[in-house]
């Protein structure tokens, strides 16, 4: 990892400390929400593309939430990806809805 590389990750992962945040990167390659809060380690919320939802903790963020490891404290089936989600967002609340749409530069 260059320095400029490990600067951009520093503030990717201090912008989760305290705002939901969404990987993009899990999105757009597994089609897996993977929502997280709480910089190198922290809470995840995980919802695959089958409707399964997976609610935990992780830690050793480092250099990036993919290489994490979880630990999963809550699972739940639900009959797709939308109604797992529609279910996040009925619990969380506006906020986490705000966090994951705007992130932390709201």
Not at 32 to 58: C, P, Q, V
Not at 72 to 83: E, H, L, S, Y
Not at 88 to 100: A, K, T
Request: charged content about 25%; some cysteine; aromatic content about 10%.
């Amino acid at each position: 990892m260059t320095a400029n590389e490990f600067k951009n990750w520093a503030a990717k992962t201090a912008s989760s400390r305290t705002c939901w945040t969404v990987d993009e990167i899990t999105r757009h390659n597994q089609g897996t929400y993977l929502i997280y809060r709480g910089g190198t380690a922290g809470n995840f919320i995980e919802i695959d593309k089958t409707g399964l939802l997976e609610l935990g903790t992780y830690e050793d963020a480092i250099p990036h939430i993919g290489d994490a490891m979880f630990r999963v404290t809550f699972r739940k089936q639900f009959p797709d990806q939308d109604a797992a989600l529609k279910r996040c967002l009925e619990v969380g609340g506006r906020n986490f809805l705000v966090d994951i749409l705007v992130g932390a530069g709201r």
